[in-house]
């Protein structure tokens, strides 16, 4: 009996399981109905009497020894199964992932410009830090002219004679174009531009432009007015027409604002068009011979148009937006409504 007990105590020092049933066949190895400790207690009835106290105090501290081991080992396995020895549960329900969308305003631009790919025109872009002179002196801005007001403008150096500032719209693409590209030109100058303007639900400091500009021989009013009413009628439904009423901008002559019929009312008059029938979309002209001239181009040989629009009105007006400010708040429950809005 005391060699079976000496190898016992030796055999579980150096005990190892991986798994809980290891632990467990173990346990019924020794412990069990006819486990080897179990049996050692039966043959201690056997004992000679004068043997019986030594023989009983070892018994007694071989099953607290086994005891203490099992439930040692019961604990490690438990500890390391749950740091990762444990297999997944593939049935349990993956965690939800949540998927970004595009911004309405990178929607709409999106679908912009792919109209006017369609027409031929290539994307050309160009600095936001812009000089005085892209954005406004070839552009037919004289000098200290009012006309600079109608662009409230962010500077960033003063001081100069060509000072760098903000740009106001995205013409200084255009003139950067013709200054480099030859001719014919044809292209739509997406980005953002920057105004000193109080911010409502009609206007922003910060908001985005599209502007088109077409330079080649014999090009007339009568192309300008072709083109717009294309560009309107793909983006806001083919039943759509236009109006055009004559406007001022120093870079173009003669000039106008481009109206579409509303597309909410079909011209019977509603609060989105204030009953107008009418809803105002783009500024637009034959390029003035200066601007021309002043890039190099041969006014005499050359005629060209140009329009320019907001990105976040042609917006408003497709997707009935009342208020500018949304575009600019990344309001998720506003964003994502357009989860579903689909590029074309
Ligand atoms: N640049 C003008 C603006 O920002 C828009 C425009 C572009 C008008 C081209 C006429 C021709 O308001």
């Not at 050309?124 to 812009?130: D, M, R, S, V």
């Not at 105004?195 to 910060?206: F, L, M, P």
């Not at 908001?207 to 080649?216: A, K």
């Not at 019929?261 to 002209?285: A, F």
């Amino acid at each position: 009996m005391k060699e079976d007990i000496e190898r016992i105590l030796s055999e579980l020092a150096g005990l190892k399981c991986q798994t809980e049933k290891e632990v467990e066949e173990a346990r019924v190895r020794l412990l069990g109905k006819k486990g080897e400790v179990t049996k050692l207690f039966e043959d201690f009835r056997t004992v000679s009497p004068e043997l019986k106290r030594e023989f009983g105090q070892k018994l007694n501290l071989l099953k607290k020894a086994v005891t203490e081991k099992l439930e040692e080992l019961k604990g490690s396995v438990a500890s390391s199964s749950s740091a990762g020895g444990k297999k997944e549960d593939a049935t349990l329900p993956g965690d939800p992932m949540t998927l970004g969308s595009r911004h309405p305003v990178s929607i709409a631009r999106q679908e912009i410009i792919n109209i006017f790919r369609k027409f031929g025109y290539d994307v050309a872009e160009g600095p936001e830090i812009e000089d005085d002179y892209h954005v406004f002196e070839a552009l037919n801005f004289p000098p200290n002219h009012p006309a600079r007001d109608m662009q409230d403008t962010f500077f960033v150096s003063t001081g100069h004679p060509n000072p760098l500032l903000l740009r106001t719209h995205t013409s200084s693409v255009q003139v950067r174009t013709m200054e480099k590209q030859s001719l014919p030109i044809r292209v739509v100058c997406p980005g953002r531009v920057f105004r000193n303007e109080a911010i409502s639900a009609r206007a922003h400091c910060i908001f985005h432009q599209i502007e088109g500009l077409y330079v080649d021989e014999n090009v007339t009013f009568a192309d300008l007015k072709q083109a717009i009413l294309l560009f309107a009628r793909e983006m806001f439904g083919a039943e759509t027409e236009i109006r055009m009423r004559p406007s001022y901008f120093p870079f173009t002559e003669p000039s106008a604002e481009v109206d579409v019929s509303c597309n909410i009312c079909h011209g019977k008059g509603c609060n989105i068009c204030k009953g107008t029938g009418w809803l105002e979309i783009l500024g637009c002209g034959m390029v003035d011979p200066n601007v021309l001239e002043a890039s190099g181009i041969d006014s005499h040989k050359y005629s060209g148009f140009a329009f320019g629009m907001g990105v976040e009105r042609i917006a408003m007006l497709k997707w009935q937006v009342n208020d500018l400010r949304h575009y600019f708040e990344n309001d998720m429950r506003f964003l994502k409504e357009f989860n579903t809005c689909v590029e074309v």
